[in-house]
């Protein structure tokens, strides 16, 4: 799959995370505070969650359900009870607008 544009970069606040889907995929995008952008798997994987619909903390995006904080990097949960990664995708700032690629998989 090539990569697909999502949004402007200036259309994302910093520290919040959005939604966006590409295809059947779900995905949390985020701006961190000094203007890194990433894209991991929307879907908590301790409960059938909105990560997207979290708060955004350092690198790291926390479910809102039960507190198990995500790394915006490697997909890792950083504490308890989500004990397995999601996905974290390629992100590509072109002339302004955010692009992902969800075929490339940077760390699970
Ligand atoms: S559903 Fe996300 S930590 Fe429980």
């Known amino acids: 799959m090539a990569s697909t544009r999502v949004c402007a970069f200036d259309e994302l606040e910093p520290n919040q995370a959005v ?3 590409i295809g059947d995929i779900p995905i949390a995008l985020v701006r961190d505070a000094a203007g890194d952008v990433f ?3 929307d879907t908590c994987t301790h409960g059938d969650i909105s990560l997207s619909e979290g708060f955004v903390e350092n690198d790291t995006l926390e479910c809102w359900a039960h507190g198990s904080m995500f790394s915006l990097r490697t997909g890792k949960p950083l ?3 989500a004990y397995e990664p999601v ?3 390629q ?3 072109i002339d302004g607008d955010v692009y992902i ?3 490339i ?3 699970v």
Do not use: K, Q
Request: proline share 14%; aromatic share 4%.
């Open 39 to 41: 894209a991991i798997g």
């Open 91 to 93: 992100v590509d700032l």
């Open 19 to 21: 939604r966006v889907e």
């Open 105 to 107: 998989i940077l760390a």
């Open 101 to 103: 690629d969800p075929s």
């Open 87 to 89: 996905p974290v995708y």
């Open 79 to 81: 504490t308890l009870p």
